[in-house]
């Protein structure tokens, strides 16, 4: 067993949003990735798909998830299950929000401009 603490070393700012490393191969899970998203209110990610399914709960605000075209939300205490392959893309809406964001270990990403694969340093 082994107890990982939040650390500046594992965290990634983007334009976006920083994401902060929990879980991953490089901190001793061989199976699973989980970190926290945070982002500022207003922020939106990029289009882009994953894959690998991902959960993301949401810890603190509103979260807006357009996938595939069509937009949901995630409050404190939802869980969003997105499939991997999709198109997808998040926002933070009515404030701040952060969400903890879990998926199979080795995930990498891609976008319309860039079939990747692209590594995700924070799942790593």
Not at 8 to 34: C, F, H, I, W, Y
Request: glycine share 8%.
């Amino acid at each position: 067993m082994r107890i990982v603490s939040p650390s500046k070393d594992q965290t990634t700012t983007t334009p976006n949003a920083t994401m902060t490393t929990l879980a991953a191969p490089s901190r001793g899970s061989v199976e699973l990735s989980a970190w926290v998203v945070h982002m500022n209110e207003g922020t939106t990610g990029p289009v882009h798909a994953i894959d690998r399914e991902q959960v993301w709960t949401t810890t603190l605000g509103r979260l807006s998830f357009t996938v595939d075209g069509t937009v949901h939300h995630a409050d404190p205490g939802q869980a969003a299950v997105i499939p991997a392959g999709v198109l997808r893309q998040i926002s933070a809406v009515d404030g701040p929000a952060e969400a903890i964001v879990c998926m199979a270990a080795g995930g990498t990403a891609s976008t319309p401009e860039n079939p990747g694969p692209i590594p995700l340093p924070w799942a790593q």
